[in-house]
Structure formats: structure tokens, C-alpha cells
């Protein structure tokens, strides 16, 4: 079964850094866009970055020049470096994948489990 990992939440103080790990595993024939999202307490999951198979990226204005998407196509994984933390930044944050299956060829997005990213003093 197709299913995606995070790894790297955690606590931070503000202005501090964490990278997000996300791997995608179990019959895949190919992945399309991956991204992260976040969704704090009381409110609606936002997209943070997406990043295109051919690497092209796209931001949320609230973390533009602060985060950075990145992507490996042969190992499958997608990284969030998160730089200059702020407590608006606190959520928890999903990996999401645009995955065809070996078998059947079927394609949808996936999302992972969630990894727990708190900015506090």
C-alpha cells in the first residue's frame, strides 16, 4: 500500500530552524506534485509549498523567503527547511503527494499521518 512518512516536527524557539522529512513507499510507478500543508488549531489546512516533478515551486506568502521545498525523485521524498520560526508557524503539518500506483494504474493524492511543529519561548 501507497502510504507517506513524516519525520522532523518539534519544538522551537522563534526565529530558530527544523526540516520536515516526508518519504512516499509501497508500489509506486510515479509521483506528480508533492507538498506540505498546515493546519493550527481552529483552522482550515493551508498549503505552505508545492513543488512540481520538474522542480518548480510554488509558496504560501506567509513563509516566502523563510521555507524551502525540495524534492528527490529517485529516493521519493519531499524536505521542508524551515528557517526564522515564528509562533504563527505552529501547527501541524502534512506532506501531500499526487501518486500513480504500479498497480492497478491508479492515480490520486495522498496525504501522511501529520508531524507536530511548535514555535514557543
Known amino acids: 500500500q501507497v502510504q507517506l512518512v513524516e519525520s522532523g516536527g518539534g519544538l522551537v524557539q522563534p526565529g530558530g530552524s527544523l526540516t520536515l522529512s516526508c518519504k512516499a513507499s509501497?508500489?509506486?510507478?510515479?509521483?506528480?506534485?508533492m507538498g506540505w500543508y498546515r493546519q493550527a488549531p481552529g483552522k482550515e489546512r493551508e498549503m505552505v509549498a508545492e513543488i512540481t516533478r520538474g522542480f518548480s515551486t510554488h509558496y504560501a506568502s506567509a513563509v516566502k523567503g523563510r521555507f524551502t521545498i525540495s524534492r528527490d525523485n529517485i529516493k521519493n521524498t519531499v524536505d521542508l527547511q524551515m528557517n526564522t520560526l515564528e509562533p504563527e508557524d505552529t501547527a501541524v503539518y502534512f506532506c501531500?503527494?499526487?501518486?500513480?500506483?504500479?498497480?492497478?494504474?491508479?492515480?490520486?493524492?495522498?496525504w501522511g499521518q501529520g508531524t507536530q511543529v511548535t514555535v514557543s519561548s
Open positions: 509501497g508500489g509506486i510507478f510515479n509521483i506528480d506534485d
Open positions: 501531500n503527494a499526487q501518486i500513480t500506483r504500479l498497480w492497478p494504474r491508479t492515480t490520486r493524492n495522498y
